[in-house]
């Protein structure tokens, strides 16, 4: 069985200090620059009307300048920024994982390429509920609660 090498959690490691480092230091020498990311991965907040969003491929091209490069920011696993969008110019925080970050641009050179894919853990978007509650919603668990009583 052959691993993968660009998928291991260790490239993965390096590649998100990678990236991390090198927006870091463009912000530190203020240059502006712009990344392609994978655009399932990214979250908008807030939502972004839809013939918006479907108007995206499936990478998507954000230059990283003006108000957009000023309000940007790294934090933890992600790259935030805030931008305006369509002809209304709609405004939304856009958060990025890192590694979703596929290329990232200094006028036109490519000076960071990434082939690892985010390790993203679905958001849970229902309450966690407690165990009776649960056992409750069946039907047939009411029943067997009826009977014991």
């Given at each position: 069985?052959?691993?993968?090498?660009?998928?291991?959690?260790?490239?993965?490691?390096?590649?998100?200090?990678?990236?991390?480092?090198?927006?870091?230091?463009?912000?530190?020498?203020?240059?502006?620059?712009?990344?392609?990311?994978?655009?399932?991965?990214?979250?908008?907040?807030?939502?972004?009307?839809?013939?918006?969003?479907e108007s995206f491929n499936e990478t998507v091209l954000f230059v990283i300048s003006?108000?957009?490069?000023?309000?940007?920011?790294?934090?933890?696993?992600?790259?935030?920024?805030?931008?305006?969008?369509?002809?209304?110019?709609?405004?939304?925080?856009?958060?990025?994982?890192?590694?979703?970050?596929?290329?990232?641009?200094?006028?036109?050179?490519?000076?960071?390429?990434?082939?690892?894919?985010?390790?993203?853990?679905?958001?849970?978007?229902?309450?966690?509920?407690?165990?009776?509650?649960?056992?409750?919603?069946?039907?047939?668990?009411?029943?067997?609660?009826?009977?014991?009583?």
């Amino acid at each position: 069985m052959t691993t993968n090498l660009f998928q291991t959690s260790q490239y993965r490691a390096l590649m998100k200090e990678h990236l991390t480092k090198t927006i870091i230091y463009l912000f530190e020498k203020n240059r502006e620059f712009a990344i392609a990311c994978e655009t399932q991965y990214i979250t908008f907040e807030p939502e972004l009307p839809s013939d918006i969003k479907e108007s995206f491929n499936e990478t998507v091209l954000f230059v990283i300048s003006g108000y957009t490069y000023e309000s940007a920011k790294v934090e933890e696993d992600y790259f935030l920024f805030e931008a305006g969008f369509g002809s209304d110019n709609f405004g939304s925080t856009v958060q990025v994982p890192l590694l979703a970050i596929k290329q990232l641009f200094v006028g036109e050179h490519p000076i960071v390429i990434n082939l690892a894919e985010p390790a993203i853990v679905p958001k849970q978007t229902d309450k966690v509920k407690n165990s009776m509650e649960a056992l409750l919603n069946n039907p047939e668990n009411k029943k067997l609660l009826k009977k014991k009583q």
